[in-house]
């Protein structure tokens, strides 16, 4: 599966950003989907994921309530809807195919994109 994100951009804080990742090659809807990010001088970390079917996601908890996953296997693409965005929200944020579902884990996925960068101000 190639991955390709893409929607970062610069947004003040309390701003609202959609990501987008669109997948080729392997079939999309057989792999659950996740969000990772990463911070300057941080490791990656889980953000989000939804499984293939789109019917169960799980989140990580700095961002409940604040992000929505969700995919288009039609289109073979995820989504990431970041709403009420923080300066702590800045990184690069990267997509992922798992052929389980839902980990949470990094080492657990399969195919990774190449990342957007976010960047919240103050």
């Known amino acids: 599966v190639q991955l390709q994100a893409s929607g970062g951009g610069l947004v003040q804080a309390g701003g609202s950003l959609r990501l987008s990742c669109a997948a080729s090659?392997?079939?999309?809807?057989?792999?659950?989907m996740g969000w990772f990010r990463q911070a300057p001088g941080k490791e990656r970390e889980f953000v989000a994921v939804?499984?293939?079917?789109?019917?169960?996601?799980d989140y990580a908890d700095s961002v409940k309530g604040r992000f929505t996953v969700s995919r288009d296997n039609a289109k073979n693409t995820v989504y990431l809807q970041m709403n009420s965005l923080k300066p702590e929200d800045t990184a690069v944020y990267y997509c992922a195919a798992d052929r389980s579902c839902c980990d949470t884990e990094v080492s657990r996925y399969d195919y990774w994109g190449q990342g957007t960068q976010v960047t919240v101000s103050s």
């Open positions: 939804i499984s293939w079917s789109g019917s169960r996601t």
């Open positions: 090659g392997r079939t999309f809807s057989n792999y659950a």
